[in-house]
C-alpha cells in the first residue's frame, strides 16, 4: 500500500514538472513573437522617419512620435533576446547578444544622466537630427523620455544577467525578479510607472510593455 501511495505521489509530481515545461515552452516561445512583434513596430518608426511617413511615425496625429534612438533600442533588445536565448546556443550569438545588451544599457544611462545632469549629450538626436527639429509637436519634445531610458537601463542588465551563472545556479529570470522578490508587484508597479507619463509615444508604451514581457 506504501508503494502505491510512493508510486501516486510521484506520479503526480511528474505530471506537475510536465506541465509547467509545457507552460514555459508556450511562454518562451510568446515572447520571442513579441519580440519580433517590437521589431517590427520600431523598423515602421524608422521607416517613417526616413521616408517622412507620418502615419508610420505616431497613429494618432496629436501623440509623440518615438524617437528614432529609441526605435534601435527596441530593436537591440529584441535582438539581444533572441540571440541569447536561441536553441543553438554558441559563443559569438552569446558575445553578440550581450554587446547589444551593453549598447541599450549605455544609450539608457547616457540618456539618463543627461536629463538629469543638463549634460548636453544629446544620445538621442544623432538620428535624422534635423528632421527631430522639425517635428516638434508644439511644447512636446520627441526626444527620449527619462522613464523610457530608465527601462532601457533595466532592459540592458536584465539581459545581460540573461542566462548568467551566479555559483552553481544558471540565473534565468530578469533584473526586475532581483530588484523585487514579489513577479506579481513587480509587473503591476512596472506597468504602473510605464502608464504614469504621458510624453511616451503610443509605439513607445506599446513596445515597451512587450519588451519587459519577453524579458
Known sequence: MKMDDDN???????????GNDVVMKKIKQGA???????ITIAFLVLT???????????????????????????????????????????????????????????TGLLQFVSTISGLNIRV??????DKLIEDISGKISNRMAPNT???FILSGI???LLNTTVGNQCRKNSIYDFLLPDPEYNMNEFNRLINEFARKSLGGKSATKLISFTI
Open 8 to 18: 501516486i505521489a510521484a506520479n503526480a509530481e511528474k505530471n506537475i514538472f510536465s
Open 32 to 38: 520571442k513573437y513579441c519580440a519580433g512583434i517590437v
Open 48 to 106: 517613417g522617419w526616413q521616408f517622412d511617413i507620418e502615419f508610420l511615425k505616431r497613429l494618432i496625429p496629436q501623440l509623440v512620435v518615438m524617437n528614432p534612438v529609441t526605435a534601435i533600442s527596441f530593436i537591440f533588445c529584441s535582438l539581444s533576446l533572441l540571440l541569447l536565448t536561441t536553441k543553438t546556443r554558441s559563443p559569438q550569438k552569446i558575445l553578440y547578444g550581450k554587446i547589444l545588451a551593453c549598447l541599450v544599457l549605455l
Open 124 to 129: 538621442d538626436t544623432i538620428l535624422f537630427k
Open 149 to 151: 531610458a530608465v527601462c
Open 158 to 160: 536584465a539581459l545581460y
